[in-house]
């Protein structure tokens, strides 16, 4: 029983962690020029610590897939490990496509607007003929 006490209070103390850095992203990312690029790194972060997976050693345990695959990296060796985050680099690259999808839809839109914008404001500037 003390070790689900310490799992859980272990679990509360990361995830406390990981929303007080999401905060900090979250404030930095707005201070880049370019917001896709924020989200990106935001995303990143996400994926990093939050991916769950299922450890085994020496009890069955959920922890994010960084954590478990150190420790498989430590007890099994670098193959175990770097097929375990197979499942985060794909979830990495999910979202990078969606990201990349979202900023092309923006962009296009934007350009859209720019062009509706541009055309009215050139109907307005033509003299118009009193008589």
Request: charged fraction near 15%; glycine fraction near 6%.
């Amino acid at each position: 029983m003390i070790y689900q006490d310490l799992y859980w209070n272990a679990a509360l103390a990361y995830g406390i962690g990981v929303l007080g850095f999401l905060i900090v992203m979250w404030k930095l990312s707005t201070k880049l020029p370019w917001r896709p690029l924020g989200w990106w790194l935001i995303w990143l972060y996400l994926c990093v610590v939050l991916t769950p997976w299922f450890g085994t050693e020496p009890e069955p345990y959920v922890a994010p897939m960084i954590i478990v695959a150190a420790f498989d990296f430590l007890d099994l060796g670098p193959q175990s490990a770097l097929a375990m985050l197979s499942g985060m680099a794909k979830a990495i690259i999910a979202g990078t496509f969606a990201i990349v999808a979202l900023t092309i839809v923006m962009r296009i839109r934007a350009l859209k607007q720019g062009d509706t914008s541009a055309t009215e404001e050139t109907t307005m500037l033509e003299p118009t003929v009193e008589e």
